[in-house]
């Protein structure tokens, strides 16, 4: 479909440009060209189920791009073209769980708006995503637990990462996380801490991480970085089955493993620090 909302001088709020409601599951929305002035090119709510929307160029030059809200699961949106010029490019509202956002590239957004933003919505899938513009946060995880950030491409705006109350992320094999104020920012909240919280290996400048903490200084944030060990003998051939015990600084042990017939170990993940607020 080609949908264009005529009048753009004259708009008409809440207009969309396709809506799925209440319950229509395994809806497909595939290779679309919507371009709407008033609110959301796509709009999916209540309690629907196994949405698909994929290969899509959309344009919202007011609302939000891609909405899903109150109770949108087991959902995907892939491979999509988002062009936000007045909010935010995807919107995931409450209790929209199980959800995954795969490859899809999200431009232009707004100063005060942001790329992805993941409100109220349990173990959401995010992978290989771009997104652009002078965002106030490219992804935004807001009271949300056991979020999956993968290949994140982000550049432009004020910051890269935001997590408010949220726990259990993992953050992995960033390409680019970076914000003109933080490229990772845990902001001080008094409804929950943030905790257990993971990045790995994801590259950004240390100057621009703030971990704020909450009413009771629990808010916490992990960094670690992958590790492999290779062993050779004396004649520079790989040794396999080699024991590799590894410690941290303060003497703990963290791993103990052997070397493979390459004289590899599998790869390991080590924490470089815990940031406790600072």
Known sequence: CNIVE?????????KHGISVVYG?????????????????????????????????T??????????????VVNSVIENN??????????????????????NNNVSNIGEGN?????????????????????????ITLYKSLNTIVLNQDSSGGNRGLTIWGSNNSIIR?????????????VPFVDFGPSINNTLINCSYNLNKERVEGDL???SNLTRKWYYQAYVNNTEGSPLSNANIAAYNS???????????????IDRQEVTEYVNRGG
């Open 114 to 138: 942001d790329g992805i933003y993941i409100f109220g919505s349990d173990d959401v899938f995010v992978a290989d995503n771009t997104v652009m513009g002078k965002y106030r946060s490219a």
């Open 173 to 185: 094999d960033c390409i680019n996380l970076s914000g003109n104020m933080y490229d990772l920012d």
């Open 24 to 56: 229509a599951d395994n809806s497909t929305i595939f290779n679309n060209y919507i371009n709407i002035q008033s609110f959301a090119s796509i709009d999916v709510s209540g309690s629907s189920n196994y949405i698909n929307i994929t290969k899509n």
């Open 216 to 218: 009771n200084n629990l």
């Open 6 to 14: 005529g009048n753009f001088s004259n708009p008409t709020n809440n």
């Open 58 to 71: 959309l344009i919202s030059n007011y609302g939000t791009v891609v909405y899903l809200t109150n109770r």
């Open 81 to 102: 073209t988002i062009i936000s010029n007045g909010s935010m490019g995807i919107y995931l509202h409450y209790l929209c769980n199980n959800n995954t956002l795969i």
């Open 250 to 264: 303060s003497g703990q042990l963290q791993f103990t493993t052997q070397t493979n017939s390459s004289g590899l």
